[in-house]
């Protein structure tokens, strides 16, 4: 797990969890990370529409991708000894910077990686994260990062991820780029409408619509109807989920 400690013991780490990995704030602060790449907006990557069901099963791996990196990641400390009043640096273990700045008008941590390496994990880029007073709503933005472990390689110009704790909605919007041994390509998020939580003790989303390269996802409790071309199929969201987990996987 990525985690960025800073000051009052806050924590930033990947959480592997729920179809969407949804972001939960409390004195502990959950984020599913993804990461994005050096390219500019007008260098953005083009994406392929998926023509077809399969294929917009296949590119809905695109957010297992983001857990096969979580996973295999050890700790990133990014700690202040004071209070974060201005820009702190420090050197990560195996080499590069890791650089935050707080502002307190704005409850906002902006995360600038060099070249940051702990273990088999490179990081490069800026990681923005904007929480609420109440702490019940959040916003992380991914400009230009890069996240390579070795196994798999996330990029992005621009990601956006939204998490409200309180009404349990999430939602994803832009740009990402994998490359790993059994599955790669480009890819755009758009969330149509917000992605809520199941509240059943199922890894289930309520209800939502997603778009990824062209295809549409809507979420009903227990099912997902994908649009994609000329084709229409509603399965369990299980189903899907499975599928993404194995995104690394070349057993299929």
Known sequence: ??????????EVFIKQTKLLAPLFIGSTLLIFTACGGNSSKEDKPKVETAKNISEAKENYKALGAFSSVGSSMN???VTNSTKLQKTKSNTCSNGGSATFNYVESSNSVTFTFSSCKEENTLIDGTMIMIQSDDEKHTKMQFKNLTMDDGK?????NS????DDSQENWST????LGVVSKCF???FDFETVAKLYEAQDNSENLESGILKL???TYTFANPYVTIKAGS????LLQSELEKEMSSSTSCSE
């Open 1 to 10: 797990m990525l985690q960025l400690l800073t000051t009052y013991s806050k």
């Open 184 to 186: 790669s390509g480009n």
């Open 172 to 175: 994803i919007d832009g740009d």
């Open 75 to 77: 700790s990133i400390s």
């Open 213 to 215: 390269n062209g295809a």
């Open 152 to 156: 798999t390689k996330i990029t992005s």
């Open 159 to 162: 990601l956006i991820f939204e």
């Open 231 to 234: 084709e229409e199929r509603t």
